[in-house]
Nanobody, 117 residues
Framework: QVQLVESGGGLVQPGGSLRLSCAAS????????MYWYRQVPGKERELVAY????????TYADSVKGRFTISRDNAKNTVYLQMNSLKPEDTAVYYC??????????WGQGTQVTVSS
C-alpha cells in the first residue's frame, strides 16, 4: 500500500526555521519525483517545491525561492523540506505528493506549519 507520512510541522516565530519530512512506503521511492504543496483554508493547494527522482533537479515557487530547500534521501525513502526565514504568510498545511501515473497522485495527510509571534 502506497503511503506518505509528513512530520516536522509546528509553531515557529517569524524568521525561524523548520524541517519537514515525508516518509514514503509501498513504491520504489528512488524512481519517482516528489513534490511539496501547501494549502490555506479557502485557497487552492499551491506547489511549493519539486525534486526529481535522483535529486539533481529542483524547482521552487517564487514565493519560497532562496528560503526553502527540497532534498531527498533515497536510502531512507524520505523527502525533506528545509524552511528558513519563515514568514507569517508561510502558514499553511504542507503536503507531500508522489505522481505514480497520469491520474494516480498520492498525497500525505499533511502537517500544519504556523508562523506567528
Amino acid at each position: 500500500q502506497v503511503q506518505l507520512v509528513e512530520s516536522g510541522g509546528g509553531l515557529v516565530q517569524p524568521g525561524g526555521s523548520l524541517r519537514l519530512s515525508c516518509a514514503a512506503s509501498g513504491f520504489t521511492f528512488s524512481s519517482y519525483a516528489m513534490y511539496w504543496y501547501r494549502q490555506v483554508p479557502g485557497k487552492e493547494r499551491e506547489l511549493v517545491a519539486y525534486i526529481n527522482s535522483g535529486g539533481g533537479t529542483t524547482t521552487y515557487a517564487d514565493s519560497v525561492k532562496g528560503r526553502f530547500t527540497i532534498s531527498r534521501d533515497n536510502a531512507k525513502n524520505t523527502v525533506y523540506l528545509q524552511m528558513n526565514s519563515l514568514k507569517p504568510e508561510d502558514t499553511a498545511v504542507y503536503y507531500c505528493k508522489v505522481r505514480l501515473g497520469a491520474v494516480n497522485h498520492v498525497w500525505g495527510q499533511g502537517t500544519q506549519v504556523t508562523v506567528s509571534s
